[in-house]
């Protein structure tokens, strides 16, 4: 159990910290702006799969070379964490694109238009 809330603290350290970092150090104009939706901790702390979103960008073939940057600056940003975070290791990080807000979306929008379809079914109905 101190296991995983050791991995889970981390995460969150981790999301935070390259939330701030991204934003405030890193200046490449293909970037745009990028939030750090989760972070996945390797057990024995030495990768983090850091996922984010693109504002503006809705799929992960749009957000590609801002992925691409970040994976670029990975070592970078790994070294700024090390430098505020004092622990022994940092993990390795690795940039994703964060799927699942856009899977959410597209969920709601087909969820409203089969309420939709049901309502517009109900009023033909209650006119015939």
């Known amino acids: ?3 995983f809330s ?12 390259l939330g701030t970092l991204i934003q ?7 970037l745009g702006m990028v ?8 057990r024995d702390l030495s990768h983090a799969k850091v996922f984010v979103t693109v504002m503006g960008k809705n799929t992960a073939e749009e957000a590609k070379d801002s992925v691409a940057v970040l994976n670029k600056a990975a070592g970078f940003l790994r070294s700024q964490v090390a430098k505020i ?3 022994r290791t940092t993990p390795q990080l690795r940039f994703y694109y964060d799927a699942s807000i856009d899977r959410g979306q597209r969920l709601s929008k087909l969820i409203q238009d089969a309420v939709d379809a049901d ?4 009023q ?4 015939s």
Not at 24 to 30: A, E, G, I, N, Y
Not at 119 to 122: A, G, I, L, M
Not at 124 to 127: A, I, K, P, Q, S
């Open 1 to 3: 159990m101190k296991e």
């Open 6 to 17: 050791r991995t889970a603290r981390i995460a969150d350290f981790l999301k935070r910290e």
């Open 24 to 30: 405030l150090q890193l200046r490449d104009p293909r």
């Open 35 to 42: 939030s750090v939706t989760d972070v996945e901790v390797s």
């Open 85 to 87: 975070n004092n622990a």
């Open 119 to 122: 309502r517009s079914r109900h």
């Open 124 to 127: 033909d109905d209650g006119e």
